[in-house]
């Protein structure tokens, strides 16, 4: 029994029926092994009765969703929809689909998503472009079981904004560009696309399809012999032709994988292929319409398909506007790719190509020499030589213009078609190659002399956060201190306190607000310890405490007493579980180990209502450093269940102490891994001679009844403003970030704590300042999420409790 978009209102009953029937044996059994293949691990994740609710429903509802589609935009919809209105649909892919969809809804969130985005953006391609009546109830069926998924598990839907970290940015954005590549494709391999978006395998391929009628008439009038000959050359391109073909997909698919990775060339040639690819689209669309007339509407001749039906000339236009809207997508997200190559790479990379090129230029004209029988006509080496462009461009650029000879032996064909792969395959290695090579920052040799004196003079805890991407560096006049620093809006906000002799502190904070004042800058120190804000105060600057650091010595470390119980017990259930402290590097980690990390990342981040913070909260990037040690909590599966990272804290070229940075746990591992993974780093750094860890400042939050100082000048009231503002600010993250909890947690160690100040000059600049310290943490915040920001911290009543 089949499901058709007829079937509903005289066989009801087809809706279940036409999952368990199949066209031939061969189906039953790709059927039956889907079937168990999804089956079973969605019954072990949802249950017996769920997994057959949910499959029934979905199922049901995608026929129905399909068939009102059909219903109420056949009139609308021309040739697709009739040719629709003839498919069915049969076996149990649908039922599979809705069960799948339904079960993400118990998953974790970083999975959850990943399933769906992978899932659907499958069943939205070939629905788009395949167009068929099966693939419009699969999607019907995913979105149906998606929505269906949380009932079963007594919650509402909620359709929320998706948060994603810079990488997952990245890696969402890289798959997009994909499915744009392979669309077009998918459309050309099926034989009969019908969907709305399956015109744009000739925007990539500008392959026209070429019927016996069409053939025979052409091959009929002798003067169009040109053109009888490329009709024919059409028909049998091989797979020379078919990849020159869809070149525009292979270079879109090696561009993504560079998207993947961050790459600002691979921003750049994504953007430069769409864009060039909206040329001809724009130009398609002029044609179109001009062809319609003002006074075409539904049902008139434009786009008319084989089977004669006609199709309104907007439903041929809208498609095409797709490379469009990819530039303004890639335009909109052109701050995800900043990683550059190091220098020289790309002037490399296109010397190489060029004499790549020029030498398969001149094999193909001398191979051609040799086997000139072998095309009709005969070419000359003037010949040959024009037609050298011909072979490196995509086969729709060249279609439209009769070639010069043709190939007529199979070593002819291999000469005339394999010298475009040759060359695009070699390239396409090339360019992969430049992704690989180690990131280049715009600053790199100021950085690489940053690091030399933070490695061998004297910085705070915090230090190792000036090495990470977004700062620039300025240097003492003795060249013994440096300064990292971000100017955001005129304030040149620093990353923590000068790097360099204390004896020195006075001086560089007044040489750098010199430098500051010179280029029309205001300087804030963001981040600095308590003799940085002393320092200042000479200046007359004020400061205001905008974090609280916990240290713990290691000289006398002991976690014995009842103060430390939870710690005792975390440790010992720990071992009880099987679970161990392993120290590994992030860059040499086994890639089983890195995924894990990533996945737990990813699954933190997209659990927040607002975007990951960075500034001096690092996340993924910051651990792909050597110097960075991470200590993972992994069991004896191999499984990770947290992650900690720690930068060093050097001293005149030694490390005395580390300081805590990442913290990831995974959401269904040990709970108490993260107090595991801190006693265990103390005992083992302690053994290692190292005299102090850092917990790290808690941003927004102090320990109760802790003063602020007083101001330096008479600006007291801008500075109770500000300090009340950022408390305000502080109560309206901690449901998102818990900052305060953060630092109530860090207080189970016993720290020592100290205050970390925000200095600077003027108060008149403090809208603009805190303006700069908001875009430092969230430089990916939307206007939306910053407005919904705003109305949390006005609704938060200062100097009560939350909820009160």
Not at 233 to 245: S, V
Not at 336 to 362: D, E, H, K, W
């Amino acid at each position: 029994m089949v499901a058709t978009a007829h079937s509903l209102p005289g066989h009801w009953w087809a809706l279940l029926a036409s999952a368990f029937w199949a066209r031939d044996l061969l189906g039953y059994v790709l059927g039956t092994v889907l079937v168990l293949l999804a089956g079973i691990p969605l019954e072990r994740q949802m249950g017996s009765l769920k997994l057959a609710l949910s499959a029934v429903v979905a199922q049901t509802a995608g026929i129905i969703a399909a068939t009102a589609f059909w219903e109420a935009t056949r009139f609308l919809m021309g040739s697709w929809a009739l040719q629709m209105g003839g498919t069915y649909i049969l076996g149990p892919s649908a039922l599979v689909c809705g069960a799948a969809m339904a079960a993400t809804a118990s998953m974790a969130t970083l999975w959850r998503r990943r399933i769906r985005l992978a899932v659907f953006g499958l069943l939205v391609l070939l629905a788009l472009y395949s167009g068929g009546f099966a693939d419009l109830v699969r999607l019907g069926a995913g979105g149906a079981g998606a929505l269906l998924g949380p009932a079963l598990l007594g919650r509402r839907p909620r359709l929320v904004r998706p948060v994603s970290s810079r990488h997952e940015g990245r890696v969402l954005l890289a798959l997009l560009m994909a499915v744009s590549a392979v669309g077009p494709v998918v459309a050309g391999l099926i034989p009969h696309a019908v969907g709305p978006l399956s015109v744009l395998r000739f925007l990539f391929t500008n392959i026209q399809p070429v019927d016996p009628a069409t053939l025979q008439t052409l091959c009929a009038d002798p003067a169009q012999g040109k053109e009888c000959a490329a009709a024919h050359l059409q028909l049998r391109a091989g797979a020379g032709g078919i990849f020159m073909a869809i070149l525009p997909s292979f270079l879109l698919l090696l561009l993504a994988e560079g998207l993947r990775r961050g790459r600002r060339f691979a921003w750049a040639g994504a953007l430069l292929v769409q864009a060039g690819l909206s040329v001809p689209a724009l130009m398609t669309i002029a044609t179109v319409l001009q062809a319609a007339g003002p006074d075409t509407g539904v049902g008139e001749g434009i786009g008319a398909s084989q089977s004669g039906a006609p199709a309104h000339p907007l439903l041929l236009v809208a498609p095409l506007l797709l490379p469009v809207v990819l530039c303004g997508v890639l335009l909109a997200c052109r701050k995800l790719f900043p990683i550059a190559a190091p220098r020289g790479t790309y002037t490399r990379l296109a010397a190489r190509v060029l004499g790549l090129g020029g030498v398969l230029g001149l094999i193909y004209v001398a191979a051609g020499l040799a086997l000139a029988p072998s095309f009709a006509p005969v070419p000359g080496p003037a010949e040959l030589a024009a037609d050298v462009p011909d072979r490196f461009l995509p086969l729709g650029f060249t279609v439209d213009a009769p070639p010069a000879f043709f190939p007529q032996t199979t070593a002819a064909v291999l000469l005339y078609e394999g010298t475009g792969i040759v060359f695009w395959a070699v390239t396409g290695v090339l360019v992969l190659t430049t992704f690989l090579r180690p990131a280049h920052t715009r600053h790199s040799a100021d950085k690489d002399r940053a690091r030399a004196i933070l490695t061998t003079r004297e910085g705070s805890s915090i230090s190792w956060m000036t090495t990470w991407p977004g700062s620039s560096y300025w240097f003492s006049v003795s060249g013994e201190s440096f300064i990292a620093y971000r100017v955001i809006t005129g304030i040149a906000l620093t990353l923590g306190a000068p790097v360099g002799p204390r004896t020195e502190t006075s001086g560089v904070i007044e040489e750098f607000a010199g430098y500051c004042r010179t280029n029309g800058w205001t300087p804030c120190f963001y981040s600095v310890p308590l003799e940085v804000r002393d320092a200042a105060s000479v200046l007359g600057w004020d400061a205001v405490q905008v974090a609280q650091e916990t240290v713990l010595p290691l000289d006398a470390l002991s976690f014995k007493g009842k103060n430390f119980q939870d710690i005792r017990t975390a440790m010992n259930n720990a071992a009880k579980s099987g679970i161990h402290a392993e120290w590994i590097r992030y860059p040499t980690a086994h890639l089983s180990i890195q995924a894990q990390i990533q996945a737990i990342s990813e699954e933190w981040v997209a659990d927040r209502k607002l975007p990951e913070m960075g500034f001096t909260l690092g996340g993924l990037e910051e651990l792909n450093d050597r110097e960075v040690r991470c200590l993972i909590a992994v069991d004896a599966h191999h499984r990770v269940h947290a992650v900690t990272s720690w930068l060093p804290v050097y001293r005149n070229g030694r490390i005395v102490g580390w300081t805590l940075d990442f913290m990831r746990r995974r959401s269904t591992g040990f709970r108490a891994a993260i107090e595991f993974l801190i006693a265990s780093a103390a005992i083992s750094l302690r053994d290692e001679g190292c005299s102090f860890i850092s917990l790290s400042g808690a941003p927004l939050a102090r320990i109760p009844g802790d003063p602020q100082p007083a101001p330096f000048d008479g600006s007291a009231q801008e500075t109770v403003v500000l300090d009340r503002l950022l408390d305000r600010l502080g109560s309206a993250l901690e449901p998102v970030y818990g900052f305060r909890s953060l630092l109530a947690f860090k207080g189970k160690f016993r720290p020592r704590y100290a205050p970390l100040y925000m200095v600077y000059p003027d108060s008149a600049a403090l809208p603009g300042v805190a303006n700069a310290v908001t875009r430092a943490y969230l430089p990916d915040l939307s206007f939306g999420e910053g407005f919904q920001l705003l109305r949390r911290i006005l609704r938060r009543r200062p100097g009560l409790p939350r909820g009160v």
